[in-house]
C-alpha cells in the first residue's frame, strides 16, 4: 500500500462533503405515510380489577388513558380459589366454566372512552420445565385470545 498524500486526503474529503446536502432534510420527508397512533394504556394493580372496573367504569374512564390492561381473574376450581392470570402459564388446564363469571363482568363491562384494553396473561413463574408437554399453557392461551376476541379487548 503507498502513503496518501497531505493533498489527495484533502481533496477526497472536500469532495465527499460535496455529496451532503446543504439543507437540512424535512422532517416531513422520513416519516412514512401512516404512522401509527401512539396509545397510553394503563397497567397498575388499582383500577385493574374486572368487578371493580364494571362498578366505577365512567370514573375509571377520567383517567387520561386510551384504555387498561385487567387482572385478578379470580374464581374457584373444584373448591379451590385461582386467579387464572397468575396460574394460566402451568400444568393445569382451565376451561370456559371455570372463568364465567369473570367473563360475564367482561362482557357487562360498557367501555366507551377505552378502545384499548387488555387482558393480563403472566408467562411466569411457570411450574414446569421447558422440555415438558406445553398443552396446558397452549390450551389456556387459546382459551384466553377467545375470550380477549368475545369481550372485545385488543389481545392479552
Not at 362498578?55 to 387498561?68: A, H
Not at 373444584?78 to 400444568?91: I, L, P, Q, S, V
Not at 413463574?125 to 397452549?138: E, H, K, Q, R
Request: charged share 25%; hydrophobic share 40%; proline share 6%.
Amino acid at each position: 500500500m503507498f502513503p496518501i498524500s497531505r493533498r489527495s486526503f484533502v481533496t477526497a474529503s472536500l469532495s465527499g462533503l460535496g455529496a451532503i446536502p446543504l439543507r437540512p432534510l424535512s422532517a416531513d420527508e422520513d416519516r412514512p405515510a401512516h404512522r401509527p397512533i401512539k396509545k397510553l394504556i394503563g397497567w397498575g394493580t388499582d383500577v385493574a380489577y374486572p368487578a371493580k372496573v364494571q362498578n366505577t367504569i365512567r370514573q375509571v374512564e377520567e383517567l387520561p388513558l386510551d384504555g387498561i390492561v385487567l387482572s385478578n381473574f379470580s374464581g374457584k376450581k373444584a373448591g379451590k380459589d385461582f386467579t387464572f392470570d397468575w396460574e394460566c402459564f402451568g400444568r393445569q388446564k382451565f376451561n370456559r366454566q371455570d372463568l364465567a363469571p369473570m367473563i360475564q363482568i367482561l362482557a357487562n363491562t360498557k367501555f366507551k372512552r377505552f378502545t384499548d384494553n387488555f387482558l393480563r396473561f403472566t408467562v411466569q413463574p411457570g411450574d414446569f420445565d421447558w422440555f415438558d408437554d406445553f398443552s396446558a399453557p397452549l390450551h389456556n392461551a387459546r382459551l384466553w385470545a377467545e375470550v380477549a376476541r368475545e369481550v372485545g379487548a385488543k389481545g392479552w
